[in-house]
C-alpha cells in the first residue's frame, strides 16, 4: 500500500471518528444584489452590492484561512437571481449558508442589526419553505442568535434581534441558512460604519467565529436531514 492511499484510508477514518472537524466543513457566502441590482442606496451614497460584496470576500479569506472550504455565488458585481443563487448553493454540497445584507427603511432614524431565518413556526402561506429548511429551523436558528449577539458586541450597534422570515434564500435551501442585514444604509450612523474600512473586518471576523462553534456544537446528523425524518 503506498502512502497516498494510508492516508486516505486514515483521513476517510477520522473523518468517521469526528465528523464535525472544521476542514470538512463548506461554507457558501453570498453576497446580496449585484450587477443591475444595487440593493439599498446608503445615505451617504454607498451601495449595498458594493458593501456585501466586500464583506463577503474578507469572510471568505478568513475562512479560506481556518481550513473551511468556502464557495462564493459570486465575486464580482454581477446579478444573480435568488433561484440561481439556491441552485448554485445545492449543487455545492456544502454545510451552511451565509447571506450578507445591508438594511434600509424610509427613516433615517432606525439603525441596527438583525438575522433573519426560515422558521417552522411561523409558516408563511404563500412563500412555502423547502422540506429540508423546515427540518434546519433549530440549526438555522442558533447560527442566527450567535451571529447577532456577536455582531453587535464587536460594532457596537443596536440588537433588532432575530427575525423569522420567508426570505427566499434562507426558505428554499437545504442546509442551516441565514441571512445577515449588518446594519442599515438609510441611517446616518450605521452607513457611517458600513462605510468605515476598520469596522468591516469586524462583521466578517464575527462571521468566522461563530460559524465555527455553531457547526461544531449542533450541526445536525444524519438522522436528522435523513428521510426517515422528513415530514
Ligand atoms: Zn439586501
Redesign the pocket.
Known amino acids: 500500500m503506498n502512502l497516498r492511499k494510508k492516508l486516505l484510508i486514515l483521513s476517510s477514518v477520522f473523518m468517521l471518528s469526528f465528523p464535525y472537524q472544521a476542514f470538512a466543513y463548506k461554507v457558501v457566502v453570498d453576497a446580496?444584489?449585484g450587477g443591475s441590482d444595487p440593493?439599498?442606496i446608503g445615505v451617504n451614497g454607498l451601495q449595498?452590492k458594493d458593501v456585501t460584496l466586500d464583506i463577503a470576500q474578507r469572510l471568505r479569506d478568513d475562512l479560506a484561512r481556518s481550513g473551511y472550504e468556502v464557495a462564493m455565488t459570486r465575486t464580482d458585481d454581477r446579478y444573480i437571481s435568488l433561484a440561481d443563487r439556491v441552485a448554485f448553493t445545492n449543487q455545492q454540497n456544502a454545510d451552511l449558508f451565509v447571506s450578507v445584507?445591508?438594511n434600509s427603511i424610509n427613516n433615517s432614524k432606525t439603525n441596527g442589526t438583525m438575522v433573519l431565518y426560515y422558521d417552522k413556526d411561523y409558516p408563511q402561506e404563500d412563500y412555502p419553505a423547502s422540506e429540508e429548511m423546515k427540518i434546519m429551523t433549530p440549526y438555522s436558528k442558533d447560527l442566527a442568535q450567535k451571529v447577532l449577539n456577536s455582531l453587535v458586541t464587536a460594532a457596537g450597534t443596536k440588537n433588532l434581534g432575530l427575525v423569522p422570515s420567508a426570505v427566499y434564500v434562507a426558505r428554499m435551501g437545504k442546509i442551516p441558512s441565514i441571512l445577515v442585514e449588518t446594519a442599515f444604509l438609510s441611517s446616518y450612523t450605521d452607513s457611517a460604519l458600513l462605510a468605515d474600512p476598520s469596522i468591516r473586518p469586524l462583521w466578517r471576523n464575527t462571521l468566522r467565529k461563530e460559524s465555527k462553534p455553531t457547526l461544531l456544537l449542533s450541526s445536525p446528523t444524519r438522522s436528522d436531514i435523513g428521510p426517515g425524518k422528513r415530514s
Open positions: 446580496g444584489h440593493g439599498a449595498e445584507h445591508a
